[in-house]
């Protein structure tokens, strides 16, 4: 097929976003509804799940709104159906929710270990699991899974999130090679150091008044000399989610303001 701007629109399409009640999920999300699509999130509790609809229906968007832990197949099991029911079948699946432990490795609990694994790394494998039968009956599926630059890079206190979105970068190259016959594209997004609450307490300033170092740190290691914000994942996310990378597959796309190539 020719190409044509309209390549890029989701009109029709459901993407469930996980964990997209604030910060670069819903910045996603919000580039998805966009681009036209339906969205669909999660979150843990009711009180969150209550805060998203606020966010997305400020923005003028009839966001659909679950109560579930990506890291129980249980839950996500269930909650994929009544989606199907509710909403219909999905047809992007952004693997979203995350948490860090900025913990040093030697004071780090296997427990602590396993909790980042459990929901950067199993979690989407759970998820994934639980929507690809349904994108295969329908001949078409996008998965997007939400990596970092630590999918490439180790650095003190982060040994979990490193192993966990390390183990998700191979996940994705994983289900490219399963499923790309069944025309479902699997690719992930890196993000740099990008300003959302996950990454506040390295922005805050110190007592003196002075920059937190390792805020410093970033802005002069990143070529584009800042942060990135949300909204920088925006266009990256609705390329991959869209008909215009039906031939890339299996790939991580950093959105890093250079980071990785400098440092
Ligand atoms: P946030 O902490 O702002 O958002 C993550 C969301 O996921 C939160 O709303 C959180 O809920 C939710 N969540 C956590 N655990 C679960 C769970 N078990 N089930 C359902 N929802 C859950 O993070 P960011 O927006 O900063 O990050 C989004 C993604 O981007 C993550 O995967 C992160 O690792 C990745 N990333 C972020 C970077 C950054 O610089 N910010 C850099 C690289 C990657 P709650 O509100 O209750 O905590």
Redesign the pocket.
């Known amino acids: 097929m020719e190409f044509q701007m309209d390549m890029f629109r989701l009109d029709g399409k459901i993407a469930l976003v996980?964990?997209?009640?604030?910060?670069?999920?819903?910045?996603i999300a919000k580039s998805l509804a966009a681009a036209g699509a339906t969205i669909v999130f999660?979150?843990?509790?009711q009180a969150?799940v209550d805060q998203?609809l606020e966010n997305y229906a400020k923005e003028g968007i009839k966001a659909h709104g679950y109560v579930?832990?990506?890291?129980?197949e249980e839950a996500v099991n269930a909650m994929v159906k009544q989606i199907e029911t509710e909403v219909g079948v999905i047809d992007i699946l952004v693997?979203?929710?995350?948490?860090?432990k900025r913990i040093p490795m030697l004071e780090m609990s296997a427990n602590e270990f396993r909790q980042v694994v459990?929901?950067?790394l199993n979690?989407p494998f759970i998820v994934s699991k639980a929507v690809l039968p349904s994108m295969i009956k329908k001949g078409h599926g996008k998965i997007i899974n939400?990596?970092?630059?630590?999918s490439e890079l180790g650095r003190e206190t982060v040994a979990g999130?490193a192993a966990a979105?390390g183990g998700l970068k191979m996940l994705t190259k994983n289900i490219c090679s399963e499923f790309g016959e069944a025309n479902i594209q699997c690719n992930g997004?890196?993000?740099?150091?990008?300003?959302?609450?996950?990454?506040a307490p390295l922005r805050e300033k110190q007592a003196d008044g002075s920059r937190h170092p390792f805020d410093q740190f970033i802005v002069s290691k990143t070529p584009a000399a800042r942060?990135?914000e949300?909204h920088d994942l925006a266009g990256p996310t609705v390329f991959l989610a869209s008909s215009a990378s039906d031939f890339v597959n299996g790939h991580i796309l950093y959105v890093d303001g250079g980071i990785l190539a400098y440092i």
């Open positions: 996980t964990g997209a009640v604030y910060g670069i999920g819903f910045e999660n979150n843990l509790d969150s998203g579930c832990d990506v890291t129980d693997n979203n929710a995350g948490i860090i459990d929901v950067d979690a939400i990596c970092s630059m630590m999130y979105k997004i890196g993000p740099g150091y990008i300003a959302t609450p996950q990454t942060w990135g949300p």
